[in-house]
């Protein structure tokens, strides 16, 4: 299975912008993009994800690199309640079975 | 809609004892996955159900099994438990079973292994 990168903790201050990076590099055509998160005391939950073109949604953006083998996740403003663990997981492109690689994700920390 | 249930919420064992928890997916999902997550493992893939049969397996012992329902609901099983299988077990629903899918997941069954 293709693996990610991250690492495993960031910080920022509330109201500015979070990028969050993740690499890839051994991602296949087919692999797209995941992003979960995990709020403490949570399941996990979606964020977002995609294949190859940047996508934006009212959550979050999602940046991919032309090559493919690196990502960003971009928080427009980090409020206190966007602490949490966040996940990059790549997914198979395929309708066979399939399952989240969720790794160690990135603690990020808001502070006010 | 209602999301994804989990019962029960937390649940205390003994060593050797098995355990029962259940899944209720989203009402009109057919996908069921479950999850084991430990403060040294993180969160680890243990199988995924699709229309009642197993599609998927993560690397865990044969001790830890589930079925599906014709319903989608989940249960998963783990016989004689070790005080290592202490974790939060969570089960995530999604629509059909395509890499494109949205996992929705519960609240988790805290299992506490004595």
């Known amino acids: 299975d293709a693996k990610t990168t991250q690492p495993n903790s960031m910080e920022s201050n509330e109201e500015e912008p979070v990028h969050l990076p993740c690499n890839h590099s051994?991602?296949?055509?087919?692999?797209?993009i995941h992003w979960y998160r995990q709020l403490p005391s949570q399941g996990p939950e979606y964020v977002i994800h995609g294949l190859t073109s940047n996508v934006n949604n009212r959550m979050a953006s999602l940046a991919i690199a032309e090559d493919r083998k690196s990502s960003t996740l971009i928080l427009h403003r980090a409020t206190l309640r966007d602490a949490a663990v966040y996940y990059c997981?790549?997914?198979?492109?395929?309708?066979?079975?399939?399952?989240?690689?969720f790794g160690k994700g990135t603690s990020l920390l808001v502070t006010p | 809609k209602a999301g994804v249930t989990q019962t029960p919420r937390y649940l205390i064992k003994t060593r050797g004892q098995q355990v029962t928890l259940s899944c209720s997916p989203i009402s009109g999902h057919r996908s069921v996955s479950w999850y084991q997550q430990t403060p040294g493992q993180g969160l680890q893939f243990l199988f995924e159900y699709f229309s009642e049969t197993q599609r998927n397996k993560g690397n865990f012992p044969g001790r830890f099994s589930g079925r599906q329902f014709s319903n989608s609901r989940s249960e998963m099983n783990v016989s004689t438990l070790e005080l290592g299988d202490s974790a939060l077990y969570l089960c995530a629903s999604s629509l059909i079973q395509h890499s494109t899918d949205t996992q929705y997941f519960g609240p988790g069954t805290r299992l506490t292994v004595l």
């Open positions: 051994t991602i296949s055509g087919t692999d797209y």
């Open positions: 997981i790549l997914m198979l492109g395929s309708n066979s079975g399939y399952a989240l690689n």
